[in-house]
């Protein structure tokens, strides 16, 4: 059970790669939640769809790999470039001039990217939990994913290509544990690890493979004034218009 249903969903004809689209809500100003890898899709934005729906348009779309859109078959189809090239399709099919884009931790570089690229369409960036692919990886995480995986891997060892394969359910639960790390967070874990079954380690594999910044994130990108701050909030809210409670989407 949804907490808001889209007023419309759609697909987009990427290079034959379908993209699935809903729509929420009606405003002056438009949101794209912009989907994160690929190990889980949209539905990770179920908590803030409802909320900023009640007062802009929200454009949620789930990512190539996962959802409801297409499986690309090779590395190639799960390059960046092309991935931030989904931000536009998505925003030319839903007539959107210009947006919001919400990014999270993958997707943050590609809105970052999505501004570089065309600022003009780009209203504002919201960016949680940023990867970037211009620093390194933490202590830790630095292992190649490609040597063969030991018999029983323990904490990061688990991100391993030949393990995935092995038992990608326990990698899912692993990797998403780390994501929903806050006491109390066991329901948006089981929903994490839910959608994660919705991908496979064969896809999962080949959007790590293709991850390559070249020129995908140039530095001045961060700098450059297309990209700026969102300081300034919507001056009707839920707790003005309605003392009720609000409930929490399930």
Same mark, same amino acid.
Request: without cysteine; proline residues 6%.
């Given at each position: 059970m949804r907490a808001k249903l889209p007023l419309t969903t759609g697909t987009v004809d990427r290079d034959g790669v379908q993209l699935h689209y809903e729509i929420y809500g009606e405003g002056d100003h438009t949101i794209v939640f912009v989907p994160t890898w690929a190990i889980i899709h949209s539905r990770c934005w179920k908590a803030q769809v409802p909320y900023f729906s009640d007062f802009c348009r929200v454009i949620t779309y789930d990512p190539r790999g996962n959802g409801k859109s297409?499986?690309?078959? +090779?590395?190639?189809?799960? +390059?960046?470039?092309?991935?931030?090239?989904?931000? !536009?399709?998505?925003?030319?099919? +839903?007539? +959107?001039?210009?947006?919001?884009?919400?990014?999270?931790?993958?997707?943050?570089?590609?809105? !970052?990217?999505?501004?570089?690229?065309?600022?003009?369409?780009?209203?504002g960036i919201v960016s949680i939990g940023a990867w970037t692919p211009i620093v390194p990886r933490l202590p830790g995480r630095d292992g190649d994913p490609n040597l063969p995986a030991s018999a029983d891997p323990k904490g990061w060892d688990k991100y391993n290509y030949d393990y995935w394969r092995r038992d990608y359910a326990d990698f899912t639960d692993f990797f998403l544990a780390k994501v929903n790390s806050e006491p109390h967070s066991t329901k948006q874990h089981e929903d994490a690890v839910r959608w994660a079954a919705d991908g496979d380690a064969e896809m999962l594999h080949m959007t790590d493979m293709a991850e390559s910044p070249g020129p995908f994130l140039p530095k001045p990108a961060i700098n450059r004034s297309v990209v700026r701050c969102l300081s300034s909030t919507p001056r009707t809210t839920r707790s003005r218009r309605s003392k009720a409670p609000r409930r929490l989407p399930s």
């Open positions: 297409g499986r690309p078959a +090779t590395p190639e189809g799960y +390059t960046l470039d092309k991935i931030v090239d989904d931000v !536009f399709a998505i925003l030319d099919e +839903t007539e +959107t001039e210009k947006a919001i884009l919400v990014g999270l931790s993958l997707s943050s570089g590609v809105v !970052f990217a999505a501004a570089e690229r065309h600022p003009e369409r780009v209203e």
